[in-house]
């Protein structure tokens, strides 16, 4: 398990293919794998195909003016996923983020990383930025913490694509109309 910086806020994650550290990452974030919404971060738009159905023209042109960026994509799975990712899913959220950490993870890798924001505790701020804070309170949780200096405070804008209709599930960072 480790913890990165990204392009909005800092995330968790493993690979993908780690059914133990998946399980010890929903855990740790108290929720249930078979119910959660994970997404996994890949390296660029070519390792998209191999883990979702046919894009339509359309939601391609705008992945493809979108990412990297601050964009995830809710996209129909396909067979590749590991099936603790979409055990009752026929989705899985993708995301290319614009920084260059995440991204050298996964290619060093091989393997897309599954990805959730950290949150913090405090009712003001909602996704913990500095990354001496997030060492202190997870060094003892996950393998590795990399500091990439402070982060955002505003998450990615997740689109669901996996529909007749382009939906946005929650406003982030990235703007819907920037990549119409």
Known sequence: MIIYPTDTVY?????????????RIAQLKGINPKKHHFSFICYDLSNIADYTRA????VFKMMKKGLPGPYTFILEANNQVPKLLNSKKKTVGIRVPD???????????????????IHDEDEVIEYSTDPEL?????????DVVID???????????IDCS?????VLRQGLGTLEDIL
């Not at 994650?13 to 133990?20: A, L, R, T, V």
């Not at 894009?55 to 359309?58: N, Y």
């Not at 997030?134 to 996950?142: A, C, F, M, P, S």
């Not at 529909?163 to 939906?167: D, V």
């Open 55 to 58: 894009l339509s023209t359309p």
């Open 99 to 117: 920084h260059s950490i995440p991204r050298l993870l996964v290619k060093e890798l091989g393997a897309p990383i599954l990805t959730t924001s």
């Open 148 to 158: 990439g200096g402070y982060g955002k405070n505003v998450a990615s804008t997740i």
């Open 11 to 23: 995330g968790m994650g493993c690979d993908i293919h780690n059914q133990k550290a998946v399980e």
């Open 163 to 167: 529909g007749s209709e382009i939906e």
């Open 134 to 142: 997030i060492y202190e309170k997870y060094q003892n949780l996950v």
